[in-house]
């Protein structure tokens, strides 16, 4: 087969998300299947930091998709033209956007329908494209795939998509998340928390990821006298004034620190350092953090809405993340029982092998071969 993949989010350094899945399947996907050739569709020059087998080609298309008028003109237009003209057998959208009218058939990868839930969150333009766009590009593609089962029935019952037509591959996460020495995780807290224990929060700094209750949980957690610090690993991609506020009006924030975005194998390192990841976000489709912090033998703390239960699968203490009390006594829980934390990191550990990016890989594949 000859098979178009929009790939117009892989991009070098910047692979949050979608585009970490777009590189783990795809990696796997064009190495363990030589006999078929793949184009990558770039809405920009191709990235050159890349290496894929010689059976993959970059084929750059337009202008960079970058805001909606773009995204219509890309979409609808030159990559739907592209497509037809050059008589591919397939489509493979990782990021769930499909053109009209293609002369192939299409799978398209959803990840969640944030949007569709919390559009407050979104910029005007691109939640009023979204909404208009995604149910009709739900009701293009041949077949859906998504991450969770909790996205499955998601997308579902949004669109009107019979659960028959969606399938189900998860995610994975990078085999550099693992478990340090001691050795290293006293250097680690000695770099990033003047040597004390720490929370830790992974993720881009917007509304939907609940940094704000995560901050007023925090207050309540100190006010017990402990030294515990919370370090927040992500980019600022928001900052809302109530959040700044929250920050702001802390009797703690010596002992708040943002760090910014990381490498993979530091943020490995210092996930498996922390004494557990509180990811409490209100929706999720998955959320791999959870899923590094296992394989990184680090105990978890996240919601009990959305996928975090299905993925966590009792091996997490959940909580309601509109509760910052609930939240706080769940980090005290974690702070002073040793053996609530090992029994979290052995059911953390148990649960981590049911997934894989190989394994995500050869489902997509299931998924495409039973859309052609």
């Known amino acids: 087969m000859r098979i178009a993949v929009n790939t117009r989010l892989l991009v070098p350094d910047k692979m949050d998300g979608i585009g970490r899945f777009t590189y783990e399947t795809l990696i796997r996907i064009t190495e363990n299947h030589p006999e078929h050739h793949f184009d990558f569709i770039f ?38 033209n592209y497509i037809n003209k050059n008589n591919y057998d397939f489509f493979l959208s990782p990021e769930g956007w499909v053109p009209p009218s293609l002369n192939c058939k299409s799978l398209a990868v959803m990840h969640d329908l944030n949007f569709e839930h919390y559009p407050e969150h979104i910029i005007y333009s691109h939640r009023v494209f979204l909404k208009y766009f995604f149910p009709k590009y739900a009701s293009r593609s041949t077949r859906i795939v998504t991450v969770s089962e909790f996205s499955k029935n998601d997308i579902s019952n949004t669109y009107g998509i019979s659960p028959n037509n969606i399938d189900v591959v998860y995610n994975g996460a990078n085999g550099v998340f693992q ?32 940094l704000e209750h995560l901050l007023l949980a925090f207050e309540y957690f100190k006010q017990q006298g402990s030294k515990t610090k919370l370090l927040i690993v992500g980019n600022k991609k928001w900052w809302p004034q109530k959040l700044d506020k ?15 975005r990381k490498s993979d194998k530091e943020l490995a390192q210092i996930l498996a350092t922390s004494i557990a990841l509180t990811y409490v976000p209100y929706f999720e489709g998955f959320g791999i953090p959870i899923l590094e912090a296992f394989l990184a033998q680090t105990p978890v703390i996240t919601s009990n809405l959305t996928s975090m239960p299905e993925v966590s699968n009792g ?26 934390r090992a029994d979290l990191v052995a059911k953390g550990i148990e649960q981590a092998k049911k997934f894989s990016w190989e394994k995500t890989a050869d489902l997509l594949w299931d998924s495409i071969l039973k859309t052609v």
Request: proline letters at 7%; charged letters at 25%.
């Open 43 to 80: 809405d920009r020059e191709p990235p050159k930091g890349f290496q894929f087998p010689e059976n993959v080609s970059f084929k750059k298309l337009g202008l960079p998709a970058r805001h909606p008028v773009l995204w219509y003109l890309w979409f609808e237009h030159s990559l739907k």
């Open 179 to 210: 478990d340090v020495s001691e050795t290293k995780k006293e250097e680690i807290k000695k770099s990033y928390s003047k040597g004390e224990d720490y929370f830790l929060f992974i993720g881009t700094i917007h509304p939907r990821k609940n």
């Open 246 to 260: 929250i920050l702001q009006s802390s009797n703690y924030q010596e002992s708040i620190i943002f760090l910014g």
């Open 315 to 340: 091996a997490a203490i959940l909580c309601n993340p509109r509760n910052p009390k609930e939240i706080a006594q769940s980090m005290q829980s974690i702070e002073n029982n040793k053996e609530l």
